[in-house]
């Protein structure tokens, strides 16, 4: 199983940076950010932008993937995150790992977009895939959808080392994630208030994905599957997330790797308003438990 850490950018980079080296030398394999203009998880705190954030990390690691946890058509026109991703892949040697979701609504509304339901969200979410594979997959591209279009879109360079990763809870998405995804992100059900529930939740999701995975004829094996571990009550509430000790970090991981899950993706323990936990048990996890479980 292969680890990964989520950074936010609410930091001046002068003290982000010494974490991002970190989550390197402490031997994990991916780092990653949230994109997007706001959060709401911290609405009154300063946000930085994902492109340039992942930019400077990769000058500041060798090895590990940097990613978006998960960029989303909320606020971005599928050509110019086109764009944006090969100059990550380009700057951090192949190393830039592009998370697709449908996100919240709440950039598009900073924007002055009306309200869409969840069905109008996905509906857009799977067009905007849609032109990414077409840039991805040819030159001149040339769309007209209802939400994104291009005319005789530029590719090259081309985009050869950067994976799509889909993100996907519900049985509509997953299909599509099995379907287009060169992987699958989820987060497992809110709607719980128990490690049991989440694991539940989690094998069901998992059970419809191998499904249609299979029935569009794509090699399980070689789709690596990640969990981005608390966003249910029982992870971020109450003050528990995966790192909030390291024996709830071992029996998370576990559950999760009985699961078939490939990779797990937790958050840089904060002192304060999410995400809060200790940083000694971020040492101790990845210097006692890492190596076990891998």
């Known amino acids: 199983m292969r680890f990964g850490l989520t950074l936010l950018t609410d930091q ?6 010494p974490r991002w080296q970190a989550t390197e030398e402490m031997g994990f394999d991916h780092a990653w950010t949230y994109d997007h203009l706001v959060w709401g998880g911290l609405p009154d705190s300063p946000w930085a932008g994902a492109t340039p954030t992942l930019a400077a990390a990769a000058g500041v690691t060798e090895r590990i993937g940097l990613g978006t946890l998960v960029s989303a058509p909320n606020f971005r026109h599928p050509y110019l995150l086109f764009r944006d991703a090969q100059a990550l892949e380009d700057i951090s040697g192949g190393r830039f ?43 001149h591209v040339s769309s007209q ?3 994104f279009s291009t005319a005789d879109a530029r590719t090259r360079p081309g985009l050869h080392r950067t994976p799509y990763l889909v993100a996907a809870n519900g049985p509509r998405s997953l299909r599509f ?14 709607a719980t208030d128990s490690l049991d529930g989440w694991c539940a939740g989690l094998a069901e999701s998992a059970a419809i994905f191998s499904d249609a995975a ?22 971020s509430g109450q003050g528990r997330f995966a790192l909030s000790s390291v024996a709830f970090f071992e029996e ?43």
């Not at 919240?104 to 509304?109: C, F, M, R, W």
């Not at 904060?270 to 210097?287: K, N």
């Open 214 to 235: 299979a029935a569009a004829g794509r090699d399980l094996a070689a789709l690596p599957r990640y969990v981005l571990t608390d966003a249910a009550p029982h992870l």
């Open 12 to 17: 001046p980079w002068t003290e982000a940076a």
């Open 145 to 147: 959808g209802r939400w």
């Open 177 to 190: 994630a099995a379907a287009h995804g060169d992987g699958w992100v989820t987060t497992g059900p809110h």
């Open 252 to 294: 998370v991981a576990g559950r999760v790797a009985d699961l078939g899950f490939t990779d797990l993706v937790t958050h840089w323990p904060r002192e304060d308003t999410t995400y809060v936990g200790d940083e000694s048990v971020l040492e101790t996890v990845a210097a006692d438990v890492l190596p076990r479980l891998r």
């Open 97 to 139: 790992l592009l998370g697709l979701g449908t996100g919240g609504d709440l950039d598009s509304q900073v924007l002055g977009a009306g309200e869409l339901s969840v069905r109008e969200r996905v509906d857009r979410f799977q067009e905007f895939v849609g032109v990414l594979e077409s840039l991805r997959d040819g030159d």
